[in-house]
C-alpha cells in the first residue's frame, strides 16, 4: 500500500492506525450493476489488514465514518453511501443534521431516544460533549480533529481532567447540545462526523486506559484486542437498529486479522479457501496480484474498485526562487505527460488524467482544464513560456517518497520536463524526512513534491483548505505548494461560511480554479483503488466517496 | 557490558535526533496549530534539552515516570523503558507481546539450521566429490542466494494454497496450545532453517576438510580409533568452534528480530514492532526494543565465550 503523507483520511490513517482501507468500486457482486441486497445477520466476518494497530479510543482515530470506526461508534451525524450517488451527511445520535444560527457560528442537536452505550448506560448530550472535551488533552492527541480550532474558547483549554469544561459547548439538557464555533461554519454537520466527536461516558473514561477496554455505542462492541495479531468484535446488545438505519449491523462476529503481508493477504483472497471465503482485504491490491487477478474470472469477480478518487498531485513551491515568476510554472503545468504518470501509477485500472483538484464526486467539482496539452503534454508550449520569462537553463528538485510507485512516477515527471528542457532531480526520501522536509518551516530544499490526498470528508473544503490557505503553511502542517494567495483565501472563507452545500460548492469551485491560475499544483491523477472480497461476502461495495469499501454495509451470505 | 548499553542507547537517541522528523508532530493530529504542538511536545517531554531527556529516560528504567496528572495521566511504571504513544502502550509490554514471537521463531529455525546445516556440511566433507556432495552443495547455494522474502512466499505459495496443508499467517501462543504454535511455525522454521542451514552447512563442510588434513586426525586414526570416533570426537569438535562462534552472534542478531520472516508470516515479534516504530518516529519503542536487542548480541557473546571453554580445553 503506498503510504503518502497525506491521503488525509485514508492514507494518513494508514500510517497511524486505524483505517484498514478498502474500497472498491461500485460493483458489489463484481463487474456490472451494483447492488444492494438485504444484509443477512450472523456469521463472522473476518477483515484482513496490514495495520498493526486499531486505535480503540475515539479522540486519537484517523478512523474513516464509515470503516472501522463506524461499527464501534456512533456520532451526532453519519455518512449515507450508497453504490451509487453522492455522499451525504444523516443524523445518527442526533434527530437532524443540525441546526444552524447566529449566521452558522452555533448549531444546535438533539438526541434521539433509545440510544444506549455497551455498557448499558443511556448516551446523553453530557457524554458527547466529555467525549469531544477528551480531545483537547494532550494524553488524547492525534487523530482528526478537524472540531479542535473551530471550537470557541478553546485556546489553551486542557481537556476536562483538569477538572475544567468548555463553556462553548452548551447542554441546557440530557437531550440538548449547543455547539458556539469561532466562525461561520458551513461543513459543521460533517464535521460532527468525525471519530473523534463519538459520545464517551461522562467522567468514566480515563486517558491511559479507556482506549485499551472502551465502551462503545455502535453495532459492536470490542470483545478482545491484541496489537500486531487481531481484534474481536462482537454484537453490542444495546445497540437499536430501529435508531440506526445507516449501519447493517450484519455479522455476529467480526474479525480483524492485522499485521497482513499486503501480498500474501491478495493472494489469500484470491485463492478464496475456506478461511478466505467470508473475510475481505481492508489493503489495496497490490499491482502485481492486480494482474493476476484480471486472468482470474472467479477472482476478478471478487475484485472491487473505486472510482477515481484520491489525487496524486506535484505541489509546486512557488516560494522557491525559481518558481516565483508564473510563466515558469505554467510551463511546468504544459509540460506533464499525464498519460506516462498513468502508465507509472499501474495503468488504467489504477488511474485516470487529472487536471483539477475537487475530487470526483464531491459538490462543487467542475471538470475543466486549464491548461490544456493534451494526454501527453505540450513541450513545445512549456519551452516558449520559459523562453518569455527569460529563463533558459531551468534545473529543479523534486522531493518523494523512496516507495516504488512514487519512484515510478517521479521518473514519468523527470522525463516530461527534460521533453521541455527542464532538468529535474529526484530526491527519494522516506515518509518521515519527505514528510520533516515539505511541512516544515523553511521553503528551501526542494522545488516539486509528489503527493497524495483524499478527503478525510466529502467536502470540497478538505480538497482545498489543507492543501492551500496561506495558514496551512509549515508548522508540520499539508500546504506544501507554500501558497498564500489572499484571493485563494478570502474564497475559503466565504465558501466555509457558506450554509448551503450546493452554494458553497459553487465557492469552491472558484477556489480550485483560482489556485489552478497560480498554477501552485500540477495535478496529475487521481487514483483507483482495489480491493478483494471472499466469495461469501456480500455488500461490499464502494461509493463515488470515499474510496474504500463501506465496513458498515459489509455482511456474510447464508 | 553496561558502557556497552549505555552507548547504544546514546547513539540511538542521538540518531533520532539528528534525523529531521519530529515525534511530537506526528502524534498532533490533522490540523495542528503551533500552540498544540508546543502542548503536546511538553507532555511528551520533548521540549527538554536532549541531554535531560536522555537522563529522564535511564532514570525511568529505575524509578519509572507519569506523563501528565489525575485522569489524564499516563503511567510507566518502573523498569520503564519508555512509553509509546503511537500504541499507547509502554514499550515493556509491547516487548512482552512481541519477544515470545521472535523468540519462537528464532530459538526453533536455530535449532534446526544448526542440526542440518552441520549434517549436511559434515556428511558433504566425508563424500566429497561424489554427487552427494555436489547435490548438498548447489541446495546450498540456491539457499545461500535465495532472499528470504521471495522463499518465504514460495513457500506460502506451495504449501499453503497449492497444497494446503500448512497455515500461512498468524501466531498462536506456546501456552495456548502448544500442538498449533509448532504447527504455525514449521514453515517460518523451515524458511528461516533453510537459508541459514545452507550457510552453516558450507562453512562446516571447508572446515571438516581442513580438519581431516590435519596431523591430530592422522594421528587419531593410526592409533586404530574408529572411524565414527574420529570424526565425532575429534575433526567435529574443532570443527564446531567458529560455527558456534558465528551461531551464537547470528541467533543473538535474530532475537532481536527476524524482520523478513515476521513480516511475510504475519507474525508481530520484535522485528515487526522495530519496524513500525521506525517508520512512524516511536522514539520510545526504538530505543527500548534497540536495547534489548544490544542485550540479545552480548548475551549471546557471552554464552559463546563459555561454551569454547566446554569444546577446546586450551581456551
Known amino acids: 500500500m503506498r503510504k503518502h503523507i497525506v491521503l488525509s483520511g485514508s492514507a494518513a490513517i494508514a500510517l497511524t492506525a486505524v483505517l484498514a482501507a478498502c474500497g472498491g468500486a461500485n460493483n458489489a457482486s463484481g463487474p456490472g450493476t451494483p447492488t444492494v441486497a438485504p444484509a443477512a445477520k450472523g456469521g463472522t466476518l473476518t477483515i484482513l489488514d496490514s495495520e498493526t494497530t486499531l486505535t480503540l479510543d475515539p479522540a486519537q482515530s484517523w478512523s474513516l465514518a464509515i470503516t472501522s470506526s463506524g461499527l464501534l461508534w456512533r456520532r451526532l451525524t453519519t455518512w449515507k453511501i450508497a453504490p451509487t450517488g453522492a455522499p451525504e451527511v444523516v443524523p445518527d445520535l442526533a434527530t437532524s443534521d443540525g441546526t444552524p444560527s447566529d449566521g452558522g457560528r452555533v448549531w444546535t442537536y438533539h438526541l434521539k431516544s ?56 452548551v447542554t441546557p439538557n440530557s437531550k440538548t447540545i449547543v455547539f458556539h464555533l469561532n466562525k461561520p461554519y458551513g461543513n459543521w454537520p460533517w464535521v460532527v462526523s468525525t471519530t473523534s466527536m463519538a459520545p464517551v461516558p461522562e467522567g468514566k473514561a480515563p486517558a491511559a486506559t479507556f482506549g485499551k477496554d472502551p465502551v462503545t455505542s455502535g453495532p459492536y462492541a470490542v470483545q478482545s484486542y491484541t496489537p500486531g495479531t487481531s481484534a474481536v468484535l462482537v454484537r453490542n446488545k444495546y445497540w437499536n437498529s430501529a435508531t ?68 496524486e498531485y506535484l505541489a509546486v513551491n512557488v516560494q522557491s526562487p525559481k518558481l516565483k515568476n508564473l510563466k515558469v510554472r505554467g510551463a511546468l503545468e504544459y509540460a506533464i505527460n499525464r498519460q506516462a504518470v498513468v502508465v507509472a501509477s499501474g495503468g488504467p485500472v489504477a488511474a485516470d488524467p487529472a487536471t483539477t483538484l475537487i475530487t470526483p464526486g464531491i459538490v462543487g467539482r467542475q471538470p475543466y482544464d486549464l491548461y490544456p496539452a493534451g494526454s501527453s503534454g505540450d513541450p513545445a508550449k512549456a519551452k516558449s513560456l520559459l523562453a518569455q520569462a527569460g529563463v533558459h ?25 527534460s521533453a521541455a528542457g527542464i532538468n529535474v532531480q529526484i530526491k527519494a526520501l522516506s515518509s518521515n524526512a519527505f514528510s520533516a522536509l515539505v511541512t516544515g518551516n523553511s521553503a528551501s530544499g526542494y522545488d516539486l513534491a509528489l503527493s497524495s490526498w483524499q478527503p478525510d470528508f466529502p467536502s470540497a473544503m478538505d480538497n482545498i483548505e489543507p492543501l492551500f490557505a496561506s495558514a496551512m503553511v509549515g508548522n508540520g502542517n499539508y500546504n506544501i505548494s507554500r501558497l498564500a494567495d489572499p484571493k485563494v483565501d478570502a474564497l475559503i472563507n466565504r465558501a466555509e461560511g457558506t450554509i448551503s452545500g450546493a452554494a458553497a460548492g459553487k465557492i469552491w469551485a472558484q477556489a480550485d480554479k483560482a489556485i489552478m491560475a497560480d498554477a501552485a499544483v500540477v ?18 461495495y464502494i461509493g463515488e466517496f470515499p474510496a474504500y469499501p463501506v465496513y458498515t454495509a459489509a455482511s456474510l451470505k447464508h | 557490558m553496561i558502557a556497552v548499553l549505555l552507548l547504544v542507547s546514546l547513539a540511538t537517541f542521538l540518531i533520532f535526533y539528528i534525523l529531521p522528523a519530529d515525534p511530537a508532530r506526528a502524534e498532533c493530529g490533522r490540523l495542528c496549530t503551533p500552540s498544540q504542538l508546543r502542548d503536546v511536545s ?75 546445516g552441520t549434517a549436511a556440511g559434515v556428511v558433504s566433507a566425508l563424500r566429497r566429490g561424489t554427487a ?47 500442538g498449533q504454535w509448532a504447527f504455525h511455525l514449521i514453515l517460518p522454521w523451515c524458511t528461516l532453517a533453510f537459508i541459514s542451514a545452507a550457510i552453516y552447512g558450507r562453512l562446516t563442510r571447508s572446515q571438516m576438510l581442513e580438519a581431516l588434513g590435519e596431523d591430530y586426525v592422522r594421528t587419531a586414526r593410526a592409533k586404530g580409533l574408529r572411524e565414527r570416533r574420529v ?75 563459555l561454551t569454547y571453554k566446554l569444546l577446546d580445553p586450551r581456551v
Open chain 1, 393 to 417: 537553463k531551468l534545473t529543479l528538485t523534486l522531493a518523494t517518497q523512496n516507495d516504488p510507485i512514487s519512484t515510478s512516477i517521479s521518473q514519468a515527471v523527470q522525463q516530461a520536463y
Open chain 2, 231 to 305: 570424526i565425532v570426537r575429534h575433526a567435529l569438535r574443532n570443527v564446531m568452534i567458529p560455527i558456534i562462534t558465528m551461531f551464537g552472534l547470528d541467533l543473538g542478531a535474530l532475537l532481536g528480530g527476524a524482520v523478513i520472516t515476521e513480516k511475510v508470516y504475519s507474525m508481530y515479534g520484535l522485528g515487526a514492532l522495530l519496524i513500525g516504530a521506525v517508520q512512524t518516529t516511536d522514539l520510545s519503542t526504538i530505543s527500548g526494543v534497540t536495547i534489548l536487542a544490544a542485550v540479545f548480541v552480548l548475551v549471546a557473546n557471552f554464552v559463546v565465550d
Open chain 1, 523 to 540: 495535478p496529475l491523477v487521481y487514483n483507483k483503488n482495489s480491493f478483494l472480497r471472499g466469495s461469501n461476502v456480500e455488500n461490499f
Open chain 2, 132 to 178: 552427494t556432495d555436489r547435490a548438498v552443495m548447489t541446495t546450498a547455494i540456491v539457499g545461500v542466494s535465495a532472499p528470504s522474502y521471495l522463499v518465504g512466499l514460495l513457500a506460502i505459495l506451495l504449501f499453503g494454497f497449492k497444497l494446503n496443508i500448512l497455515p500461512v499467517s498468524g501466531y498462536v501462543s506456546l501456552l495456548q496450545s502448544p
Open chain 1, 114 to 169: 433509545g440510544i444506549y452505550f455497551s455498557n448499558g448506560q443511556p448516551i446523553t448530550s453530557y457524554d458527547v460533549k466529555y467525549g469531544i472535551e477528551r480531545t483537547y488533552a494532550p494524553a488524547l492527541s492525534g487523530g482528526l480533529n478537524y472540531q479542535k480550532p473551530l471550537i470557541a474558547g478553546t485556546a489553551g483549554y486542557p481537556g476536562p481532567f483538569s477538572g475544567k469544561q468548555l463553556s462553548s459547548i
Open chain 2, 42 to 116: 511538553a507532555f511528551m517531554g520533548l521540549n527538554e534539552p536532549v541531554w535531560r531527556q536522555y537522563l529522564d529516560f535511564l532514570a525511568a528504567i529505575f524509578a519509572g515516570r507519569t506523563y501528565g496528572s489525575g485522569q489524564g495521566a499516563i503511567v510507566c511504571s518502573a523498569p520503564c523503558l519508555g512509553y509509546s504513544f503511537q500504541q499507547s502502550r509502554t514499550v515493556l509490554s509491547l516487548i512482552g507481546q512481541t519477544l515470545p514471537v521472535t523468540a519462537s521463531i528464532a530459538l526453533g529455525a536455530a535449532v534446526l539450521w544448526l542440526l542440518t
Open chain 1, 244 to 311: 440506526d438505519p445507516n449501519r447493517s449491523g450484519g455479522p455476529s462476529k467480526i474479525i480483524f486479522q492485522l499485521n497482513q503481508d499486503p501480498t500474501v493477504e491478495a493472494q489469500t483472497l484470491i485463492a478464496d479457501g475456506p478461511n478466505a471465503q467470508d473475510a475481505f482485504g481492508a489493503d489495496f491490491v497490490p499491482p502485481a496480484q492486480l494482474a493476476q487477478v484480471e486472468s482470474n474470472p472467479s477472482a476478478k469477480a471478487r475484485l472491487v474498485t473505486s472510482p477515481a478518487s484520491p489525487l
